[in-house]
């Protein structure tokens, strides 16, 4: 065992909505040597309960990872397991492997597994898999997420994509370049 981990048995949660994830593609605002998936949950009452048990079990003095801004407490779970790989691999309700990774709204399950981190007495909760839930309607990929408006003002011709206008190009001599 890693002499500074204590590492405790793995628990799936409650059905929890997400907040933020960085799933798709490693999260490096830190640099490339601390690349990680994470995702941020809503800390509900369910999830508080058994992190706070947890917490108590541990012999730990605090959780890592929850904060609360504008009144709405988070629970933030990192994994550093599938950076190699890109995305973050999830399942669906079914729990069969899917190509989708939840993003805010959406109604997700964890599988987490606490450790102690001994340096500090902390709990650190790592991410060891997500299972998707329900897709929030807005999230779904395809459309804008706006219906249609009776009245409003309507398009003449959808935008299409504008090819670079072509340039002519004159040839000069470098003599002739100003720099």
Known sequence: MDKKLKKMPQFVTEVVEVKWSNLLKPDVAFGEASANHNITVVLDGALDKVLKAILKKSGATKINGIMEKEGVRTFKAKSRVHVEDGKFPCVDSQAAPTDTVPFGGDKVRLKLAPCVITRDNSLSVYLNGIQIIEKNANNITGGSG??????????TTAPS???????????????????
């Open 146 to 155: 706006f219906d249609a408006v009776d009245g409003g003002f309507v398009s």
């Open 161 to 179: 994509k504008a090819s670079p206008a072509l340039v002519d190009v004159v040839e000069t001599e470098d003599e002739d370049l100003p720099f």
